[in-house]
């Protein structure tokens, strides 16, 4: 069995365990973002006894804390019977190693902590790839022996993921298990690249911070039944659903996984193919918690997102959700602040034919009527008006078919160069 740094148990039986009972102390610095950091450990099972601040300005190479404090964190540990300490940062190798042979506990950081909810939430096969290949590529760095028994480490927290069967005994077979999961990857990718080819629908990508309530504004609008949990990164499989606009057109409305700031590099370039269905939409849903405090900085963490991977500009809706949650004081200055946002309640269904009717609107602003008889000899050109545009009328008669419709700019010019001039 091979130590890794940090307390990443590899036995198989806590790839997804659910629930832990970890008796946690959280480290951080003095901000807003204690908050989150504890949303991450209960959405991880973890039971939080403290926090104890740090100064950023200040870190410590050996432990990331100075002396005074490390001696704060062990005296806490030993009086309330801590088994876990949760570092809000991203610790190295050397770091994880000193604290944990200094604290005789186990210790885990940010990173960890959110592989740990992934792999405690991934349900698809795809998923399940993605976070086990962000998790190994996460190991594999911390990486420091073999032979030495893990024992005071079993279960909980940072506990899940690949199991032991899968943690071979040098880093080979682990770089190994990794080209096959990549392998593995991109022949779903494959699969779904075929699957894209054949939508002809508009497509509408829902991004957001976690916890935005994408799922729950993917449910009202399709009458879907996608998980709904009030905890971050409830759901994290790409999920597309066929839904009606007001004119009756359809579209297709596509879920992705939750932003969060600092999110994990690894986590980003395992569920990239995921993320590539943003590449594909033609409208962009930037849904924003508006009952969050920290509204401004959860946004700019899913603009900085988008900007990595997106590949080209794209039609966006800023849509602030949860106002059933707010008072009129502050849903005003939101909306002075934000005078071209939609302001809906996904759980409630208030407003949603206003973000309807703004889709529609951009979905038909680049289209073009069509008028007119169409020869037989073109008929090969409906199929495509009923499957990229909007067919209002089609009558056969004696001259070929008369078609009234809207179609893309590109389509509707094709058509209309075919249309038959009266004699």
């Not at 545009?389 to 389509?411: D, F, R, T």
Request: charged fraction near 30%.
């Amino acid at each position: 069995m091979y130590k890794i740094n940090g307390g990443i148990n590899i036995k198989k039986d806590h790839f997804s365990t659910g629930i832990t009972e970890d008796q946690v102390l959280l480290v951080g610095e003095k901000n807003e973002n204690i908050e989150e950091l504890k949303e991450l450990t209960l959405t991880a099972g973890g039971n939080i006894k403290g926090y104890i601040k740090y100064r950023k300005d200040n870190v410590n190479p050996a432990h990331y804390v100075g002396t005074g404090k490390l001696n704060q964190i062990k005296n806490f540990v030993l009086n309330q019977n801590i088994n876990l300490i949760i570092f809000d940062c991203e610790l190295t190798p050397a770091q994880l190693r000193n604290l944990e042979e200094e604290l005789e506990i186990r210790v885990i950081d940010r990173t960890q902590l959110i592989l740990d909810i992934f792999s405690l939430h991934a349900k698809t096969k795809e998923s399940k790839l993605q976070v086990e290949k962000a998790q190994l590529e996460y190991m594999l760095s911390r990486l420091t022996g073999k032979g030495e028994e893990m024992s005071r480490l079993a279960g909980g927290i940072g506990t899940r993921g690949p199991g032991e069967s899968k943690l071979e005994t040098d880093r080979r077979r682990i770089n190994k298990r990794i080209h096959r999961l990549k392998n593995e990857l991109e022949e779903i990718k494959k699969t779904r690249d075929v699957q894209r080819q054949d939508r002809k629908d508009p497509i509408i990508a829902l991004a957001g911070y976690t916890n935005a309530g994408k799922s729950t504004l993917l449910n009202q609008l399709t009458e879907a039944d996608k998980l709904v949990a009030d905890q971050l990164f409830a759901t994290l499989d790409s999920t597309m659903r066929n839904f009606e606009l007001p004119g009756g057109k359809s579209a297709i409305i596509s879920d992705t996984v939750g932003f969060i700031r600092d999110l994990p590099h690894g986590l980003i370039a395992s569920f990239r193919a995921t993320l590539e269905e943003i590449n594909q939409a033609d409208i962009i849903i930037h849904l924003v918690d508006g009952s969050s405090d920290d509204i401004d900085k959860k946004m700019n963490t899913v603009k900085n997102v988008l900007a990595d991977i997106t590949e080209e500009e794209k039609e966006e809706i800023l849509v602030f959700n949860k106002i059933d949650l707010l008072n009129a004081e502050k849903e005003q200055f939101l909306r002075s602040c934000y005078p071209d946002a939609i302001f809906i309640s996904a759980k409630t269904g208030k407003n949603i034919n206003d973000l309807l009717e703004k889709i529609q609107e951009i979905v038909y602003r680049d289209f073009k009527t069509i008028a007119g008889v169409i020869g037989y000899e073109d008929a090969n050109l409906i199929e495509k008006l009923h499957n990229n545009g909007e067919v209002e009328k089609e009558e056969y008669i004696q001259e070929g078919i008369y078609i009234k419709a809207y179609a893309p700019k590109s389509l509707a010019e094709k058509i209309n160069k075919k249309i038959k001039k009266p004699s």
